[in-house]
Protein backbone atom coordinates (compact mmCIF):
# COMPACT_ATOMS: atom_id res chain seq x y z
CA UNK A 1 0.00 0.00 0.00
CA UNK A 2 2.63 2.38 -0.84
CA UNK A 3 2.21 5.96 -1.47
CA UNK A 4 1.26 7.45 2.04
CA UNK A 5 2.03 10.87 2.12
CA UNK A 6 1.79 12.11 5.32
CA UNK A 7 0.51 15.70 4.48
CA UNK A 8 -0.25 18.42 6.54
CA UNK A 9 -3.73 18.14 7.90
CA UNK A 10 -5.56 21.42 7.32
CA UNK A 11 -7.99 23.37 5.50
CA UNK A 12 -10.69 21.68 3.46
CA UNK A 13 -9.16 18.41 4.03
CA UNK A 14 -9.15 18.63 7.31
CA UNK A 15 -13.00 19.15 6.86
CA UNK A 16 -13.48 16.27 5.06
CA UNK A 17 -11.10 13.93 6.83
CA UNK A 18 -12.71 14.66 9.87
CA UNK A 19 -16.17 14.90 8.52
CA UNK A 20 -15.93 11.09 7.48
CA UNK A 21 -14.60 9.57 10.68
CA UNK A 22 -16.97 8.17 13.28
CA UNK A 23 -14.63 7.41 15.85
CA UNK A 24 -10.96 8.88 16.88
CA UNK A 25 -8.10 6.64 18.56
CA UNK A 26 -6.14 8.51 21.15
CA UNK A 27 -3.15 7.50 21.54
CA UNK A 28 -2.16 9.38 25.27
CA UNK A 29 1.12 10.49 26.41
CA UNK A 30 2.73 13.01 23.71
CA UNK A 31 -0.81 13.55 22.51
CA UNK A 32 -3.07 14.80 24.79
CA UNK A 33 -0.73 15.04 27.24
CA UNK A 34 3.43 15.11 28.31
CA UNK A 35 3.14 13.51 32.28
CA UNK A 36 1.13 15.98 34.21
CA UNK A 37 0.14 18.77 32.23
CA UNK A 38 -2.69 18.34 28.84
CA UNK A 39 -1.18 19.74 25.84
CA UNK A 40 -2.15 23.42 24.72
CA UNK A 41 -5.64 23.64 23.30
CA UNK A 42 -6.06 19.52 23.40
CA UNK A 43 -9.24 19.43 25.50
CA UNK A 44 -10.93 21.76 23.29
CA UNK A 45 -10.04 20.03 20.23
CA UNK A 46 -11.67 16.61 21.76
CA UNK A 47 -14.53 18.87 23.74
CA UNK A 48 -15.39 19.77 19.95
CA UNK A 49 -14.57 16.17 18.35
CA UNK A 50 -17.23 14.68 20.95
CA UNK A 51 -19.97 17.75 20.80
CA UNK A 52 -19.67 16.73 16.97
CA UNK A 53 -20.70 13.20 18.04
CA UNK A 54 -17.51 11.63 17.61
CA UNK A 55 -16.94 8.20 19.53
CA UNK A 56 -13.37 8.98 20.69
CA UNK A 57 -11.40 5.85 22.52
CA UNK A 58 -7.97 5.85 24.23
CA UNK A 59 -5.33 3.39 23.27
CA UNK A 60 -2.58 3.60 25.23
CA UNK A 61 0.30 1.36 25.78
CA UNK A 62 1.18 2.43 28.96
CA UNK A 63 0.54 -0.88 31.69
CA UNK A 64 0.59 1.27 34.75
CA UNK A 65 -2.89 3.02 35.20
CA UNK A 66 -6.46 0.97 35.25
CA UNK A 67 -9.02 2.04 33.04
CA UNK A 68 -10.65 3.82 35.43
CA UNK A 69 -7.72 5.77 36.73
CA UNK A 70 -7.60 7.07 33.37
CA UNK A 71 -10.95 8.45 33.17
CA UNK A 72 -9.83 10.20 36.14
CA UNK A 73 -6.89 11.49 34.53
CA UNK A 74 -8.41 12.69 31.89
CA UNK A 75 -11.48 14.90 33.61
CA UNK A 76 -9.00 16.42 35.78
CA UNK A 77 -7.09 17.71 32.76
CA UNK A 78 -10.53 18.97 31.30
CA UNK A 79 -11.11 16.59 28.50
CA UNK A 80 -14.76 15.67 27.84
CA UNK A 81 -16.33 12.87 30.13
CA UNK A 82 -14.82 9.67 28.89
CA UNK A 83 -16.38 6.11 30.22
CA UNK A 84 -13.68 2.97 31.65
CA UNK A 85 -14.71 1.46 28.70
CA UNK A 86 -13.61 3.50 26.10
CA UNK A 87 -10.35 3.34 27.54
CA UNK A 88 -8.16 0.40 26.08
CA UNK A 89 -5.04 0.35 28.09
CA UNK A 90 -2.22 -2.41 27.56
CA UNK A 91 -2.87 -3.64 31.21
CA UNK A 92 -6.72 -3.95 30.55
CA UNK A 93 -5.89 -5.56 27.28
CA UNK A 94 -3.48 -8.25 28.79
CA UNK A 95 -5.99 -8.98 31.40
CA UNK A 96 -8.55 -9.59 28.37
CA UNK A 97 -5.91 -12.17 26.82
CA UNK A 98 -5.25 -13.95 29.33
CA UNK A 99 -9.05 -14.51 30.14
CA UNK A 100 -9.28 -15.75 26.47
CA UNK A 101 -6.04 -17.78 26.26
CA UNK A 102 -5.82 -19.40 29.78
CA UNK A 103 -8.22 -22.42 30.77
CA UNK A 104 -10.28 -21.81 33.49
CA UNK A 105 -8.74 -21.27 36.84
CA UNK A 106 -5.13 -20.82 35.85
CA UNK A 107 -2.98 -18.31 37.22
CA UNK A 108 -0.65 -15.78 36.10
CA UNK A 109 2.85 -14.87 37.40
CA UNK A 110 3.48 -11.54 37.03
CA UNK A 111 5.84 -8.41 37.04
CA UNK A 112 3.93 -5.57 37.04
CA UNK A 113 2.58 -2.15 38.40
CA UNK A 114 -0.16 -2.32 41.32
CA UNK A 115 -2.81 -1.12 38.51
CA UNK A 116 -1.61 -4.48 36.42
CA UNK A 117 -2.51 -6.96 39.20
CA UNK A 118 -5.85 -4.49 39.58
CA UNK A 119 -6.99 -5.17 36.19
CA UNK A 120 -6.26 -8.79 36.36
CA UNK A 121 -8.34 -9.30 39.28
CA UNK A 122 -11.14 -7.28 37.38
CA UNK A 123 -10.88 -9.95 34.75
CA UNK A 124 -10.70 -12.44 37.13
CA UNK A 125 -7.35 -13.80 36.49
CA UNK A 126 -5.79 -15.78 39.65
CA UNK A 127 -2.14 -13.61 39.72
CA UNK A 128 1.12 -13.50 41.92
CA UNK A 129 4.07 -11.39 42.23
CA UNK A 130 6.88 -12.65 43.59
CA UNK A 131 5.34 -12.41 47.34
CA UNK A 132 7.25 -11.52 50.22
CA UNK A 133 10.99 -11.51 49.83
CA UNK A 134 11.58 -14.86 51.68
CA UNK A 135 14.03 -16.12 49.22
CA UNK A 136 15.59 -19.68 50.38
CA UNK A 137 19.15 -18.98 50.74
CA UNK A 138 21.47 -15.90 50.11
CA UNK A 139 22.76 -17.88 46.32
CA UNK A 140 20.47 -17.13 43.45
CA UNK A 141 21.53 -20.55 42.61
CA UNK A 142 19.27 -21.48 45.56
CA UNK A 143 16.45 -19.16 44.59
CA UNK A 144 15.78 -22.34 42.32
CA UNK A 145 14.58 -24.25 45.35
CA UNK A 146 11.78 -21.25 45.94
CA UNK A 147 8.06 -23.20 45.69
CA UNK A 148 6.05 -22.48 42.44
CA UNK A 149 2.76 -22.06 42.06
CA UNK A 150 1.19 -24.94 40.24
CA UNK A 151 -1.92 -23.54 38.80
CA UNK A 152 0.12 -20.79 36.99
CA UNK A 153 0.08 -21.08 33.13
CA UNK A 154 1.63 -17.68 32.25
CA UNK A 155 4.02 -15.07 32.75
CA UNK A 156 3.10 -11.58 32.44
CA UNK A 157 5.26 -8.57 31.99
CA UNK A 158 4.46 -5.26 31.87
CA UNK A 159 6.09 -2.11 33.64
CA UNK A 160 7.41 -3.03 36.78
CA UNK A 161 9.63 -0.56 38.73
CA UNK A 162 10.81 -3.55 41.43
CA UNK A 163 11.55 -5.61 38.58
CA UNK A 164 14.88 -7.77 39.72
CA UNK A 165 16.98 -10.16 39.02
CA UNK A 166 14.97 -12.47 41.74
CA UNK A 167 11.56 -12.29 39.62
CA UNK A 168 13.67 -13.10 36.99
CA UNK A 169 14.84 -16.11 38.12
CA UNK A 170 10.98 -16.95 39.07
CA UNK A 171 9.80 -16.04 35.41
CA UNK A 172 12.52 -18.38 33.65
CA UNK A 173 11.17 -20.97 36.46
CA UNK A 174 8.25 -20.71 35.37
CA UNK A 175 8.52 -20.79 31.68
CA UNK A 176 10.90 -23.55 31.82
CA UNK A 177 7.70 -25.64 32.63
CA UNK A 178 7.21 -25.68 29.07
CA UNK A 179 4.90 -24.10 26.18
CA UNK A 180 1.81 -24.49 28.20
CA UNK A 181 3.09 -21.75 29.66
CA UNK A 182 2.07 -18.44 27.88
CA UNK A 183 4.53 -15.55 27.58
CA UNK A 184 2.68 -11.75 27.57
CA UNK A 185 4.30 -8.77 27.68
CA UNK A 186 2.09 -5.41 27.69
CA UNK A 187 4.20 -3.65 24.92
CA UNK A 188 7.72 -3.23 23.46
CA UNK A 189 8.35 0.40 23.95
CA UNK A 190 11.65 0.30 25.24
CA UNK A 191 12.45 4.21 26.25
CA UNK A 192 9.70 6.70 27.97
CA UNK A 193 11.56 9.93 26.69
CA UNK A 194 10.92 12.77 29.37
CA UNK A 195 11.43 16.58 29.73
CA UNK A 196 14.52 18.08 28.91
CA UNK A 197 15.84 15.10 26.41
CA UNK A 198 16.32 12.45 29.50
CA UNK A 199 14.52 8.93 29.10
CA UNK A 200 14.22 6.32 31.33
CA UNK A 201 14.41 2.50 30.08
CA UNK A 202 10.40 1.41 29.41
CA UNK A 203 8.39 -2.32 29.38
CA UNK A 204 10.20 -3.24 26.44
CA UNK A 205 13.62 -3.93 28.05
CA UNK A 206 12.18 -6.07 31.07
CA UNK A 207 10.09 -8.15 28.03
CA UNK A 208 13.64 -8.73 26.93
CA UNK A 209 14.82 -9.70 29.68
CA UNK A 210 12.92 -12.64 30.18
CA UNK A 211 12.52 -13.28 26.28
CA UNK A 212 16.07 -13.72 26.50
CA UNK A 213 16.36 -15.78 29.93
CA UNK A 214 13.45 -18.18 28.41
CA UNK A 215 14.56 -18.40 24.53
CA UNK A 216 11.40 -17.49 23.72
CA UNK A 217 9.23 -14.75 22.11
CA UNK A 218 6.21 -13.01 24.26
CA UNK A 219 2.69 -12.48 22.58
CA UNK A 220 3.01 -8.50 22.53
CA UNK A 221 -0.60 -6.84 23.47
CA UNK A 222 0.40 -2.99 23.01
CA UNK A 223 0.48 -0.79 20.05
CA UNK A 224 1.82 -2.19 17.25
CA UNK A 225 -0.14 -5.35 17.89
CA UNK A 226 -3.34 -5.66 16.17
CA UNK A 227 -4.84 -7.08 19.68
CA UNK A 228 -5.15 -3.54 21.51
CA UNK A 229 -7.08 -2.82 17.92
CA UNK A 230 -9.00 -5.77 18.00
CA UNK A 231 -10.24 -5.44 21.59
CA UNK A 232 -11.74 -1.87 20.44
CA UNK A 233 -13.02 -3.76 17.78
CA UNK A 234 -14.84 -6.39 19.90
CA UNK A 235 -16.38 -3.93 22.82
CA UNK A 236 -17.44 -1.06 19.34
CA UNK A 237 -19.23 -1.23 16.29
CA UNK A 238 -15.78 -0.02 14.26
CA UNK A 239 -15.63 0.76 10.06
CA UNK A 240 -11.85 0.79 9.86
CA UNK A 241 -12.68 3.17 7.04
CA UNK A 242 -14.30 5.63 9.10
CA UNK A 243 -11.69 5.37 12.17
CA UNK A 244 -8.50 7.44 12.47
CA UNK A 245 -5.94 6.76 15.08
CA UNK A 246 -3.88 10.02 16.43
CA UNK A 247 -0.34 9.02 17.48
CA UNK A 248 3.17 10.61 18.22
CA UNK A 249 5.21 7.23 17.38
CA UNK A 250 5.56 5.86 13.94
CA UNK A 251 6.77 2.42 15.26
CA UNK A 252 3.54 2.17 17.59
CA UNK A 253 0.19 4.21 17.12
CA UNK A 254 1.14 4.95 13.18
CA UNK A 255 2.34 1.17 12.41
CA UNK A 256 -0.71 -0.59 13.96
CA UNK A 257 -3.17 2.46 12.39
CA UNK A 258 -1.76 0.94 8.79
CA UNK A 259 -1.62 -2.35 10.04
CA UNK A 260 -5.49 -2.25 10.96
CA UNK A 261 -6.39 -0.10 7.78
CA UNK A 262 -7.20 2.93 9.55
CA UNK A 263 -6.61 6.67 9.24
CA UNK A 264 -3.66 7.63 10.31
CA UNK A 265 -2.34 11.03 11.79
CA UNK A 266 1.16 11.89 13.32
CA UNK A 267 1.04 14.36 15.78
CA UNK A 268 4.27 16.20 16.32
CA UNK A 269 4.31 16.70 20.24
CA UNK A 270 5.43 13.87 21.22
CA UNK A 271 8.68 11.41 20.19
CA UNK A 272 8.63 11.30 16.14
CA UNK A 273 9.80 13.40 13.72
CA UNK A 274 8.87 14.80 10.33
CA UNK A 275 12.70 13.75 9.19
CA UNK A 276 12.04 9.98 10.79
CA UNK A 277 8.88 10.34 8.46
CA UNK A 278 11.15 11.53 5.09
CA UNK A 279 13.76 9.14 5.81
CA UNK A 280 10.87 6.16 6.00
CA UNK A 281 9.21 7.33 2.52
CA UNK A 282 12.65 7.84 0.85
CA UNK A 283 13.55 3.94 1.52
CA UNK A 284 11.66 1.59 -0.38
CA UNK A 285 11.74 -1.11 2.14
CA UNK A 286 7.92 -2.08 2.38
CA UNK A 287 8.69 -2.19 6.37
CA UNK A 288 9.49 1.35 6.68
CA UNK A 289 6.58 2.18 4.22
CA UNK A 290 4.10 1.14 6.94
CA UNK A 291 5.38 3.84 9.52
CA UNK A 292 4.56 6.50 7.30
CA UNK A 293 1.28 8.25 8.38
CA UNK A 294 -1.41 9.76 5.52
CA UNK A 295 -1.56 12.91 7.70
CA UNK A 296 0.27 15.05 10.11
CA UNK A 297 -0.54 18.13 12.84
CA UNK A 298 2.05 20.19 14.60
CA UNK A 299 -0.80 19.48 17.70
CA UNK A 300 -4.07 18.21 17.81
CA UNK A 301 -5.04 21.66 18.70
CA UNK A 302 -4.90 22.18 15.16
CA UNK A 303 -8.12 20.46 14.46
CA UNK A 304 -10.10 23.11 16.08
CA UNK A 305 -10.75 25.53 12.96
CA UNK A 306 -11.73 22.42 10.72
CA UNK A 307 -14.35 21.95 14.13
CA UNK A 308 -15.93 25.18 13.61
CA UNK A 309 -18.95 25.45 11.64
N1 LIG B 1 4.62 2.72 29.21
C1 LIG B 1 4.80 3.49 30.29
C2 LIG B 1 5.20 2.86 31.58
C3 LIG B 1 4.61 4.87 30.21
O1 LIG B 1 4.79 5.64 31.30
C4 LIG B 1 4.23 5.43 28.95
C5 LIG B 1 4.02 6.86 28.83
O2 LIG B 1 3.96 7.61 29.81
C6 LIG B 1 4.05 4.59 27.85
C7 LIG B 1 4.25 3.24 28.02
C8 LIG B 1 3.62 5.09 26.51
O3 LIG B 1 2.26 5.40 26.57
P1 LIG B 1 1.42 5.87 25.28
O4 LIG B 1 1.12 4.63 24.47
O5 LIG B 1 0.17 6.50 25.89
O6 LIG B 1 2.27 6.88 24.59
CA1 LIG C 1 2.53 8.28 22.95
Known amino acids: ?76 LGFPPAEPRHVFGSAFCAARYLRQALPPGAA ?77 GTNRDHRLPLEGGSAIPGTGCLVKAVETAAEREAFIVGKPSRYIFDCVASEFDIDPARTIMVGDRLDTDILMGNTCGLTTLLTLTGVSTLEEVRGHQESDCPARQSLVPDYYVDSIADLLPALED
Open 1 to 76: TGGRRCRRLEGETARAVLANADTLLFDCDGVLWRGEAALSGAPAALGRLAAAGKRLCYVTNNSSRTRVAYTEKLRR
Open 108 to 184: AYVLGSPALAAELEAAGIPHLGPGPAALPGPAPADWAQAPLEPAVRAVLVGFDEHFSYAKLCQALRYLLRGPDCLLV
